[in-house]
């Protein structure tokens, strides 16, 4: 349902052109979870900040990017060629494509009550009455388990705690029946036992509404519970994509080694976890060759800081970008 090919994005800045996206391409299935994982500051949600034209007046699409999506009624829409403030891209925003972000105050207007705007949503993008739309929003909230729904639709976001505010905001998300969710982050700033709720909560909407998902964190451990299939992005490349299942048994990019590797498990508990050592280099220091050499406990002498890997294909369904799965590997040796 939505195909990104070649998403380059560069923002004009007092140092000069930087560009934190490079040549991302990806698709998503109608009714399947994308896990777009990486650090912060690896680009990945401005990428999907460049699916909702959402990018700030500065930032340039490279003229190669192509993002083709479906909507609901089969019509295939070109994105990135969208007029600003257009009717057609009021009916993407919100409409055909929701969105969620780890910050429910993001989504919400301290102003007006959660019902309010929930009702604005849906008399928007659905085109009901009043009346409907607020029993479509009091039979939302319940869904995403919000008790006594009738009468909390009038608080405001402050009224409520972090949790319900998060189930709100998904609420407000689903209200006008959006074909794709992109889920940015919504977990991280839940305690441990509110996260698995709300990631239960929206495996099942999924579910049930039959939406494909964009689900972006930086905690593999996180997509393994929820998404089909995953996109590892490094410095605004993406190094690895593959089922999550192959990925997450038989990581091929040293990045998604590192990633596993960091995460705690109950084996391990004893053990010291070994996180990825150094820092992501900022989009105007990008290292020469492969962006990753810099903390790549595998570098190849006089290769990977010369050479940009290419997309290679180690396994059926498997991409990744890292000269160990070239042939031949001459000159190997710790960089
Ligand atoms: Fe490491 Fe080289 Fe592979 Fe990059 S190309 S991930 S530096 S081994």
């Known amino acids: 349902m939505l195909n990104v090919e070649n998403l380059s994005i560069s923002f004009g800045t007092d140092e000069g052109l930087i560009t934190p996206v490079q040549g991302v391409s990806f698709w998503v299935e109608a009714g399947k979870t994308l896990g777009l994982v990486g650090e912060s500051g690896s680009g990945k949600s401005i990428t999907t900040k460049a699916l909702m034209r959402l990018l700030p007046g500065n930032a340039h699409l490279s003229p190669?990017?192509?993002?083709?999506?479906?909507?609901?009624?089969?019509?295939?829409?070109?994105?990135?060629?969208?007029?600003?403030?257009?009717?057609?891209?009021?009916?993407?925003?919100?409409?055909?494509?929701?969105?969620?972000?780890?910050?429910?105050?993001?989504?919400?207007?301290?102003?007006?009550?959660?019902?309010?705007?929930?009702?604005?949503?849906?008399?928007?993008?659905?085109?009901?009455?009043?009346?409907?739309?607020?029993?479509?929003?009091?039979?939302?909230?319940?869904?995403?388990?919000?008790?006594?729904?009738?009468?909390?639709?009038?608080?405001?976001?402050?009224?409520?705690?972090?949790?319900?505010?998060?189930?709100?905001?998904?609420?407000?998300?689903?209200?006008?029946?959006?074909?794709?969710?992109?889920?940015?982050?919504?977990?991280?700033?839940?305690?441990?036992?509110?996260?698995?709720?709300?990631?239960?909560?929206?495996r099942e909407l999924q579910r049930d509404l039959g939406m494909a998902m964009i689900f972006i964190t930086h905690d593999l451990g996180v997509i393994a519970q929820i998404a089909d299939e995953v996109a590892v992005m490094y410095l605004g490349t993406i190094v690895e994509r593959g089922a999550t299942r192959d990925v997450i048994r038989d990581p091929k990019h040293p990045y998604t080694q590192g990633l596993l590797k960091a995460i705690p498990s109950l084996e391990t508990l004893h053990d010291r976890l070994s996180p990825v050592p150094g820092d992501i280099p900022s989009p105007t220091e990008r290292p020469s060759g492969c962006p990753f050499h810099t903390r790549c406990p595998d570098a190849i002498n006089n290769i990977c800081n010369v050479r940009t890997p290419v997309e290679l294909t180690p396994a059926p369904g498997r991409a990744v970008r890292c000269w160990l799965h070239d042939e031949p590997k001459s000159g190997r040796s710790a960089a």
């Not at 008399?123 to 939302?140: I, P, Q, T, W």
């Not at 995403?144 to 705690?161: C, F, K, L, T, W």
């Open 64 to 202: 190669e990017t192509r993002i083709t999506y479906r909507s609901k009624n089969g019509k295939e829409i070109e994105v990135e060629k969208i007029k600003p403030r257009s009717r057609e891209l009021r009916a993407l925003r919100g409409g055909e494509i929701g969105m969620i972000f780890q910050e429910p105050m993001a989504s919400f207007s301290p102003v007006y009550s959660i019902g309010n705007q929930m009702i604005e949503a849906i008399r928007l993008h659905r085109g009901c009455g009043k009346r409907e739309a607020r029993e479509l929003a009091v039979e939302m909230l319940q869904k995403v388990g919000i008790s006594n729904a009738a009468v909390r639709i009038d608080q405001y976001p402050h009224e409520m705690s972090g949790g319900m505010r998060q189930r709100a905001m998904i609420a407000l998300a689903l209200s006008a029946g959006p074909a794709l969710l992109i889920a940015d982050e919504p977990t991280t700033a839940l305690d441990v036992t509110i996260q698995a709720q709300v990631l239960d909560l929206m």
